[in-house]
């Protein structure tokens, strides 16, 4: 791993901190392919048992693409590498055997989301807020997120959250079953999050696997085509004026002015 991705293991708890301060723990090029090597790490080890992923500080979980990269990149390319590696390594992080829990330290953002939907377990932070803001940026979800989104909170749920981009609190998340627990002012979000992965880690490793197994086979029967169609949509949208308007407001830092139908 680079400092970006800090992957450490101890008595068979893995975490993924993703320590990208100056960006709000956006994940540029780099930090992708270090996310990813880091899923594919926690795969191959026998020794781990669950795996927590969380973000440095208490600002951010994480904030999706680094915009102020990618808006240097509006090549029909860039969007099909995006799409590709983040996918990949949220499909992959579905299929370990092991249970994944997201400590979400602070704001999830546009991919920090989808991330969320990839995880088995989510515990927040009382402050952290929560945004599908790909429609912002003149996008759809990227990395798998809408079929996930829709397997865990239903369709009606989940248009309202992809439609309106709207920004939503960790008590709210938590009423509509998007986090399992959020913790209150005063109590360590580290502390909860370690009796959790504690206490799985004293059931039967093999149960856990099948259970987690199952559920997903279950809800996902048709999640390959979903996120095929995904794919397509993501990558047409990449080149499209209103996402390459997005970049520039962004890199301006200005509101965007998308064009009429």
């Not at 956006?26 to 790490?41: D, S, V």
């Not at 079953?177 to 009796?195: D, K, N, P, Y």
């Not at 085509?225 to 080149?239: G, I, K, M, R, Y």
Request: hydrophobic fraction near 45%; glycine fraction near 6%.
């Amino acid at each position: 791993m680079n400092n970006e991705i800090i992957l450490t293991q101890h008595e068979g708890i893995a975490t993924l901190r993703v320590n990208r301060l100056e960006a709000r723990n956006a994940l540029n090029w780099t930090a992708q392919e270090a996310f990813a090597a880091a899923i594919e790490q926690v795969a191959v080890d026998t020794a781990v048992r669950v795996l927590i992923i969380t973000g440095m500080s208490d600002k951010a979980f994480v904030s999706g693409g680094d915009l102020k990269e990618l808006s240097e990149h509006p090549e029909r390319e860039a969007a099909e590498r995006l799409n590709r590696v983040m996918r990949d390594a949220l499909v992959q992080l579905t299929r370990l055997p092991i249970p994944v829990i997201a400590a979400v330290n602070g704001d999830a953002f546009g991919g920090g989301c989808e991330i969320l939907t990839a995880c088995d377990l989510r515990v927040a932070a009382s402050h952290a807020r929560f945004c599908f803001a790909q429609v912002r940026n003149a996008l759809c979800t990227g990395w798998g997120g809408t079929g996930r989104l829709v397997n865990l909170l239903g369709q009606a749920r989940a248009l309202d959250l992809l439609l309106t981009s709207r920004i939503f609190s960790a008590e709210e998340a938590q009423n509509m079953g998007f986090v399992q627990q959020v913790v209150e002012e005063g109590e360590e979000l580290e502390t909860a999050v370690s009796h959790l992965a504690q206490s799985l880690i004293k059931l039967p490793q093999h149960a856990l696997a099948a259970s987690k197994r199952l559920v997903y086979a279950a809800s996902q029967s048709a999640s390959e085509a979903t996120n095929q169609l995904e794919t397509t949509l993501f990558v047409d949208l990449w080149s499209q004026p209103d996402h390459l308007e997005a970049l520039a407001a962004f890199r301006d830092k200005r509101s965007p002015v998308f064009g009429e139908r």
